[in-house]
């Protein structure tokens, strides 16, 4: 079974550029996460959709970050305009009925640089 | 405010060592602790906890949960070099996972 699938998997861009990160969660997944992974830190909740529906976008930063998931399947996360502090690693990840297990299965993440 | 603290927050040993990880938390809506292991990439799934005082065991590792001090530890026996990795505390609440800041564990030959 194939995990979930990110890219790119790195990404080098200067302040003010626009970037984008593509998830694609693991087939008949209907949570989908979005984390920000700061280094020597644990992973943050960005987002979390239920289907295509945003359940919980509270600690998106809003003025800058948009995500979506149009089908209910892959998800876009975009920064626009990206600033030198949100160098990190953007990790996507999924689970089945709302994690109702709790497990959510991560993919390989994007690792963002920002000059 | 929900929050996870793991310690210590790195930690250095020889092959054949035992390790203790700890993670206490605070957290509204209690649903389950899991544990991972982040190498180089994503973090993989080591344990779910939701009881109090029943040990889950993998080979080598092994966990438990104490509800009531509102803490997990995570033991590592006869660890190897491939143990080296960060180790990362999660607590569920309502559907979302807050991480602890993780554990790096380096393992020398």
């Known amino acids: 079974e194939a995990g979930v699938v990110q890219s790119p998997r790195y990404k080098i861009i200067e302040k003010k550029q626009p970037v984008a990160f593509w998830c694609n969660p693991i087939s008949g997944h209907n949570t989908l996460y979005w984390y920000r992974q700061n280094l020597g830190q644990g992973p943050e909740l960005l987002i979390r959709?239920?289907?295509?529906?945003?359940?919980?976008d509270s600690q998106l930063p809003k003025d800058r970050f948009s995500a979506e998931r149009l089908k209910g399947v892959d998800s876009t996360l975009k920064i626009q305009p990206a600033e030198l502090g949100d160098s990190a690693v953007y990790l996507c990840?999924?689970?089945?009925?709302?994690?109702?297990?709790?497990?959510?299965?991560f993919g390989p993440g994007t690792r963002l640089t920002v000059l | 405010e929900d929050k996870v603290v793991q310690s210590p927050l790195s930690l250095v040993v020889h092959e054949g060592d035992t390790v203790t990880l700890n993670c206490s938390y605070e957290?509204?809506?209690?649903?389950?602790l899991l544990w991972y292991k982040q190498e180089k990439k994503a973090p993989t799934f080591l344990f779910m906890l939701t009881s109090s005082g029943i040990e889950k065991k993998s080979g080598r590792l092994s966990s438990i949960l104490d509800k009531k001090e509102l803490f997990s530890i995570l033991n590592i026996t006869a660890t190897q070099t491939g143990d080296s990795a960060v180790y990362l505390c999660a607590v569920v609440n309502t559907g979302k996972l807050i991480f602890g800041q993780g554990t790096t564990l380096q393992v020398k030959p």
């Open positions: 957290v509204t809506n209690f649903r389950s």
């Open positions: 990840a999924s689970s089945l009925d709302g994690g109702r297990k709790n497990e959510q299965f």
């Open positions: 959709y239920e289907n295509e529906e945003a359940v919980d």
